[in-house]
Nanobody, 116 residues
Framework: QVQLVESGGGLVQPGGSLTLSCAAS????????MSWYRQAPGKERELVAD????????IYADSVKGRFTISRDNAKNTVYLQMNSLKPEDTAVYYC?????????WGQGTQVTVSS
């Protein structure tokens, strides 16, 4: 069955860095676009970053441009989100997602808390 397992979340001080990982299985990873979304308390889930199936094209939310980097290793069926210069407003549950029309799969999420 399809599994997306996120890891790497935690508590970090403002200005710090974290790297999230998402290990995928149960589908043809290198034919799916991979994305990171986040959802803060009381807010809707929002797209943070997206990578095409080859990793050749990426997009970012304006709020994270220049601070976050999405990458993928198709040999390891894993997608990453490098997060630098973290701000309190980055606090949220971060979700990994795989998409290939008409399918979209979701992970269970990992909590990221930015606080001093």
């Amino acid at each position: 069955q399809v599994q997306l397992v996120e890891s790497g979340g935690g508590l970090v001080q403002p200005g710090g860095s974290l790297t999230l990982s998402c290990a995928a299985s149960g589908f043809t990873f290198n034919s799916y676009a991979m994305s990171w979304y986040r959802q803060a308390p009381g807010k809707e889930r929002e797209l943070v970053a997206d990578s095409t199936s080859t990793g050749g094209s990426t997009i970012y939310a304006d709020s994270v441009k220049g601070r976050f980097t999405i990458s993928r290793d198709n040999a390891k069926n894993t997608v990453y989100l490098q997060m630098n210069s973290l701000k309190p407003e980055d606090t949220a549950v971060y979700y990994c997602s795989a998409a290939r029309v008409p399918r979209r799969y979701w992970g269970q999420g990992t909590q990221v808390t930015v606080s001093s």
